[in-house]
């Protein structure tokens, strides 16, 4: 009967556990529909401005200096690792760990034997595990999920563009999930300064009228645009956060309901086999008082 007490235990365990994944899945995916709709809307937004700002910056004559296009040798990098606070969402946050990893033994190998390559967080789980696997931290940002809006973002911006301006980064790149859909998210590494001059493929040789004036425009725009990328890598980042843990809660559930099915056959068939072998020594018993 001991036996029998276990099961039963351990079916209650798993079906209790069955209603926080539940729960878990439903909640992430109340956030998703309002993380999807947000990026949605963003993209298209921040897609225009980097054409526009492409545009620009193929006009001929043009006598604008870009200070955040300046190209320098690699000496100083800065890594930012966009994760999340919290887990329980599959790999998401050591997909990102992983990249990172990969970035400072290989692509910029060199500046981390030198101490030349900084790392700051935004989400504590990144945090966490890279300094488990003995990596330094420069900075973190874990706060920014408690209110994650385009007025926060944007501090974090600046301090990252002044940083590059000062020349105490040469290059600082970001590191994120970005949302495809709720089971799919794509590990994205993006440069973030300098920013990369694309080449105009439409050959567009227009003449343009600035009002007021290209340099206003630039130093307008331009700043505006490296907001608008990292709120983007935020919001895609956030939006696959609740993605993948609704994906992680669902797989959990389904688990947890094949799991108390599995107990409950055991379950009967101990106590199958405790009622067989308690008939048996009744008969046994009244077979010895019959002789």
């Known amino acids: 009967m001991a036996n029998l007490k276990d099961i039963r235990t351990r079916i209650t365990s798993v079906k209790s556990t069955r209603q926080i994944t539940n729960a878990m899945k439903m909640v992430s995916a109340a956030k998703l529909r309002k993380a999807q709709n947000a990026i949605t809307q963003l993209r298209p937004y921040a897609n225009k401005l980097n054409e526009i700002l492409g545009r620009l910056g193929d006009v001929k004559g043009s006598t604008v200096d870009n200070i955040y296009a300046n190209e320098r040798k690699e000496e100083n990098v800065l890594l930012v690792a966009i994760s999340s606070n919290r887990g329980l969402c599959g790999p998401f946050n050591s997909n990102v760990v992983k990249r990172i990893m990969e970035l400072a ?13 900084s790392i700051i967080t935004l989400g504590s789980k990144s945090g966490q595990i890279l300094e488990a696997k003995g990596y330094k931290i420069s900075g973190n940002y874990d706060n920014i999920y408690d209110d994650m809006s385009f007025e926060n973002v944007e501090k974090i911006a600046e301090t990252l563009m002044n940083d590059f301006v000062s020349k105490k980064y040469d290059k600082i790149e970001l590191v994120y ?22 080449e105009n493929t439409a050959n567009d040789n227009s003449d343009y009228i600035f009002e007021p004036s290209q340099e206003y425009i630039f130093e307008t725009l331009i700043p505006d645009s490296l907001k608008t990328q ?14 993948a843990r609704m994906t992680a809660m669902h797989q959990a559930t389904d688990n947890a309901t094949e799991l108390i099915k599995s107990l409950t056959l055991s379950y009967n068939k101990a106590r199958q086999a405790a009622i067989t072998k308690e008939i048996l020594e009744i008969t046994a018993g009244a077979e010895a008082l019959n002789g």
């Open 105 to 117: 033994e290989g692509q910029y190998s060199e500046q981390y034997k030198k101490g030349n390559l």
């Open 230 to 243: 990292l709120f983007a890598a935020l919001t895609d980042s956030f939006a696959s956060e609740q993605g």
């Open 177 to 198: 999930n970005r949302f495809k859909n709720a089971a799919v998210q794509i590990l994205t590494q993006e440069q973030f300064l300098p920013i990369k001059h694309e």
